[in-house]
């Protein structure tokens, strides 16, 4: 069966980078689609960005200027990093397998 | 990006009556499209993908239909448990994109 778990800060200061990393266990990280989506409170989920089985990296256009994604295989893992975040990054961070296996999701908010 | 709209925002239905939620994108995003369910506090669950296939797991009462454009989730006789906020999303173009969700209630 397999899990996603997100790890990292859940406050994070404005201008600084958030930097997020889901654990996955029960299949290899090698091979599949992975993926981060964002929640911000009452709104609907925004995808920030997608990794194919060859690694390639495809981001939304609307934060690709400050998105980093990457696959740690040694770690079983993947990662996201936003840089030069703002208050409307504040949300709840989602690592993704595909469409339909989630992570429980972890809350960053970005605050002084 | 295709823009994806939903209505109703809400809708009030009774235990064992049936749900319809619409579903339209801006430009045709063939049959790839799915529905989520989302509950408070929980990650959405996928129902629905390729506009009308169930995922695993999902009780026949769910359904989806259309193509292109126009897409429609049904929940055939409503369950207490199916109140909740249900999500389109359309992966035929990258970046995917979400409807606002409509809410299920009571």
């Known amino acids: ?112 | 990006e295709i823009v994806m709209t939903q209505s109703p925002a809400t809708l009030s239905v009774s235990p064992g009556e049936r749900a319809t939620v619409s579903c339209r994108a801006s430009q045709s995003v063939s049959s790839n499209l799915a529905w989520f369910q989302q509950k408070p506090g929980q990650a959405p669950r996928l129902l629905i993908f390729d506009a009308s296939a169930r995922a695993t797991g999902i009780p026949v009462r769910f359904s989806g239909s259309g193509s292109g454009t126009e897409f429609t989730l049904t929940i055939s006789s409503l369950q207490s448990e199916d109140f909740a906020v249900y999500y389109c999303q359309q992966y035929n173009n990258w970046p995917f994109t979400f409807g606002q969700g409509t809410k299920l209630e009571i």
């Open chain 1, 1 to 112: 069966q397999v899990q996603l778990q997100e790890s990292g800060p859940g406050l994070v200061k404005p201008s600084e980078t958030l930097s997020l990393s889901c654990t996955v266990s029960g299949v290899s990280v090698s091979g599949y689609y992975w993926g981060w989506i964002r929640q911000a409170a009452g709104k609907g989920p925004e995808w920030i960005g997608r990794l194919d089985p060859s690694e390639n990296t495809y981001y939304n256009p609307s934060l690709k200027s400050r998105v980093t994604m990457s696959v740690d295989t040694s770690k079983n893992q993947f990662s996201l990093k936003v840089t030069s975040v703002t208050a409307a990054d504040t949300a709840i961070y989602y690592c993704v397998r595909d469409l339909n296996v989630w992570g429980p999701g972890t809350q960053v908010t970005v605050s002084s």
